[in-house]
């Protein structure tokens, strides 16, 4: 069905299978005339590549993008970029394990129903080593919009709450600890949690809070594809995202009318924001910021029961190098998935 | 930006004003042969009809559908489906007050930045009586596919919970009381609770849940368009939602690798179903389940500041006649969202 | 798979089979604030409709149409446009000899196989009826681009041709005569070939020509949606269209690149222009201008073999009232549908 | 805008300037299990590549196409197949000429228009030799649909036309010479004729016939995406092209409907085939096959007058290694583009 394209008018399209010759995409739509700090998209694929901390997977990838068209004299021609990411280390033997046999909680089943056979090596397509083509696109789309500020961090590793409001944090301090949470106690408590996760050959979810500010007030295409809507769909299409709220989000559902309604002050901003920057589907100009939950890791260092193809059931115990807990790189790819989102509905709303 | 339309094949266009002349939609891409249940889609129309009891808004509106294409002899013919909804008691009068003012916490004041001008007539194309084509369109695709069972219910009124998990209610008693909580015990407290923050003026939000069952392997278009992120947008499309969460959700990023992994039995299915029915994006044959936020309806019975369009701040008390709490009238609408969802995906899995 | 939409950022989606209860359609990304000239509409219909003249079907069917949404105070919102123009004449019983029966070069026969059943009334959704949504589509187009002048006339009936250069003829004069052609010795030849075609029972078919001015420099986005492609698609999305060509055409094929060539001005204008306006898919501020052929109407008032649903060949003669020759009616629906595409193209060059 | 993606199930998206690293694509919504017979595709990029015979341009690009994913153990996998086409023969020196320099009858100066700058080597993005990447497309989109058989051949070189009806030709001799035109005689003369213009420093134009057999009855989406309408759409997106045609075409618009309506037989099949194997935008099963105008190309090695970026009229001659004519080369193109229309509406015809 092609659902490999996001975007209508900033419109990327990605491929790529964890193991096979390369990853890549082609961003369609990108704006011509844009001075690209090539720096900057090496900074995000370096946030988000594996082998960064002691408390991500172990993995070596260089993830060097290679741009091959779309860019002339350092400036984007407005012509489509296309790009590649060229698979380096693949260690394919890792995987001759779960050729035959469906993995708990991953993707080996279903892609094997629905298309009747796959690319087992290190989960194929499924694989999330496809964000790195996400964050490219990201990347590009936050040069696009150089007013706009898009902020994630950690904001919980498994029951560890960082509850501070996003106001009182300090974002230049994200990256100054492996966990990317600005909170430094809290975040020497989830790196401590993380480690000693792994020491259990487990595994563990977390949470990815995201503020937008800058935002241009009326981003967002009503009834269907509100501003919220398609950042929600952007979220969790990343690879173990299992929600999303935003501003008030599910709390709100608790609250009375009279205690959620954000009032006006006289300029049109709002004295409180628990409509999270978006009114009706468009953006109100207050800051936008919401949450995403991802679920644990799947591969665990454990030994569990998998299925395999001819219906027996076997025990398994994970191998390859695999992250005890996923949120501190998935931190960047929530950035590159909202500066897609946003770069569209930009370019849409100047035809107003 | 046309962002009026939703599904690929299965595609809904809706178009009309709260106080228009009619609301109303295109479906296209239904298919040819389906002899449609008028009264099943009647009654889908009732439940999300305003005035159906003590609970929700008092208003009367007939909501009666008018087919104009698209079906011969009783039966869908595969050209598309037009239909309109006319408006018959609108009271405009009602909302002269607002034609200056923006309301706290609706879409007034960024309707009128993004478009110059607006419709403030009961909200214009930002009222949730737009819900109503979506409700024509997702009762007919139910009817598409007979064998998906789709139960939506509320789950939470403000601080009341049901914590039952929904294996164990009786969907059949869904419909047995006006809050649509099949817990019979909890929607007596519910209602009591709406009957007390109607009293107050006020207003109330709460979670629609909802479960989907016998849902065939293999749909969803990964890696951008999962069934998940999918209906995350759905929903997320829909007035007043905060948040979506499937599966385990929030939840279960606070949870182990080592807890979180459904285990296969040999037949395919798994022991558990934290996963909620999808595995990278595609539909694994469990059961489908997810929660959908909504705020506080913004109208209440109480003076609030506004904003005028010349920058005055203004008391205002609401008028009209809104629900205190929205989200028994909301089940329809998510299941009509949940079944247009599923049917796009159909249509896209049969080519495979 | 839902072909019944035509646009990205103009996004026109139409419904209605010839003897339903109404055709209709939704136009989604109008710009908000125009102000509306509804009898400019009217005038676009009347133009498109039966029983105008002598020379065409003596069918009377009122067109009127209907806006539902999307306008206020006379202005359009920006929220989607929905308009109705109910059926009010039909003679279904015309077509029951239809029922069982394909007529030769209609489409019942491939309706019937794609679909298994269709309605036959009229040719359904087949019939040229449709294309009543199309021209209200684009007399609101026409609006959204005052500069733009699109002048459509005939320019062949049969084998009678206007070989007149378009710049030498006097558009003014195309509503002057029932063929609209705008030369009247010609049109005077081409009414006569009619009306005798017409007595021998008979059809014939014809070209009609488009041209645009003042479409300013950048409309088109190639690779694939370059403008003269997008025009060709629209044009030969009418119905009983044959061909298209622009600019020098298959004429051009036959040319060497010293005379086809189009050299500049030093303004950026060319001293020629074979080129017919486009170059690389783009508009290049020069006269666009296009050819269109149109097959005769297949209903003739003759005896012809058709197939029935069993398999045996049976004679029929043409019922119904029918156009004998389609082109006069089909020049408000050129200029529409070339207004539909270049709104679509206006709108997305906004964002350059 | 994104203009370049092609189709909505089988959906092809093409990046690449003719002097950049690589032109490439992503084919997505390519079904899974397709045996790839990776010789056919190179077959048929080498009937499209440069330096092939006396007759076309002698640059010497190997066109070789490197797959990146979505293929496994020779196998489509079903996710998108992302491949690259280095180029490695650029000689950029040739076209420092028109950095500032607007060629007649080229893109450059719209290009400039539009997008505020471009490049300029060998027309960037408006080369013709981004059509490699849709050969590519459609050489796996044949194999897609292995029973359906599609044969482009030259059918004229400027003033030299191919009168004989396909149905008379051997589609086996197209390759058996360098013009590609099935007809031995009619071959020679057009190869003459196309030395002697090259001979001239000067180019010509062309018609591509193109016949597609054994098409299933019900391809189509009518009321826009009626068959002939893509395919029109497809083949006016190849560059030069200025016309097309299918069934009776241009000479249908003289024609009677006693003459032009296609009688029965009594298996559906039809005596004549002047509708070109389309009624109502839906294929019937019949032999589709339509016409395609090229224009000369407009590089010529005469001195004509160009204009410069600051408004100066300045002579230049042709340079770099240009065809002469560009249909024996274009043959290819047109059967891939006519592939990938065929197994995009193949597929959306599978969901009804």
Same mark, same amino acid.
């Given at each position: ?6 975007? /209508? ?10 193991? @096979? ?7 369609? @739509? $990108?704006? %011509? ?14 946030? &988000?590549?594996?082998?960064? #901390?002691?408390?991500? /997977? ?63 090596? @290190?989960? @194929? &397509?499924? #694989?999330?080593?496809?964000?790195? #083509? ?46 990317? $949470? ?12 993380? &480690? ?13 809070? $995201?503020?937008?500010?800058?935002? %241009?007030?009326?981003?967002?295409? %009503? ?82 029961? #998998? ?17 005890? $807990?996923?949120?501190? &790189?998935?931190? %960047? ?20």
């Amino acid at each position: 069905m092609a659902g490999n394209s996001y975007g /209508t008018l900033y419109k990327v399209t990605t491929f790529g299978e964890s193991h @096979g010759e390369a990853l890549g995409g082609i961003i369609d @739509g $990108c704006p %011509p005339g844009i001075q690209l700090d090539f720096e900057a998209i090496e900074v995000d694929m370096a946030r &988000r590549k594996p082998g960064q #901390s002691a408390i991500v /997977t172990q993995r070596k990838e260089p993830d060097a993008v290679q741009f091959l068209s779309g860019i002339f004299e350092g400036k984007t021609t407005g012509t489509p970029i296309g790009f590649i990411i060229p698979n380096t280390n693949q260690k394919s033997d890792d995987y001759s394990h779960i050729k035959d046999n469906y993995r708990p909680s991953h993707a080996d089943y279903v892609y094997d129903q629905k298309y009747g056979f796959r690319d087992y090596r @290190g989960g @194929g &397509r499924s #694989s999330a080593r496809e964000t790195a #083509s996400r964050v490219v696109a990201g990347a590009i789309a936050k040069q696009m919009l150089p007013e706009i500020k898009i902020n994630a961090y950690v904001s919980s590793v498994g029951p560890i709450h960082l509850e501070t409001p996003y106001q009182e944090l300090d974002f230049s301090k994200i990256e100054s600890n492996p966990v990317r $949470c600005p909170d430094e106690k809290s975040a020497a408590i989830m790196e401590e949690y993380i &480690r000693d996760i792994r020491k259990q050959g487990d595994t563990v979810g977390g949470v990815v809070t $995201c503020v937008i500010q800058n935002v %241009p007030v009326g981003l967002g295409e %009503p009834v269907f594809d509100k501003l919220h809507a398609e950042l929600g769909k952007a979220m969790l299409s990343i690879n173990a995202v299992k929600g999303f709220e935003y501003g008030s989000g599910f709390s709100g559902s608790e609250m009375k009318g009279s205690e959620h309604n954000d009032l006006y002050n006289p300029d049109g901003s709002t004295k409180t924001n628990l409509s999270g920057g978006i009114q009706g589907g468009i953006s109100n100009g207050m800051d936008i910021y919401f949450r995403v939950a991802f679920k644990p890791v799947a591969t665990i260092m454990q030994t569990q029961d #998998s299925l395999d193809n001819k219906g027996n059931i076997t025990p398994m115990t994970g191998k390859g190098r695999h992250d005890p $807990c996923v949120v501190p &790189r998935a931190v %960047p790819i929530v950035e590159a998935m909202a500066a897609i989102v946003l770069a569209d509905f930009y370019l849409i709303n100047k035809t107003y």
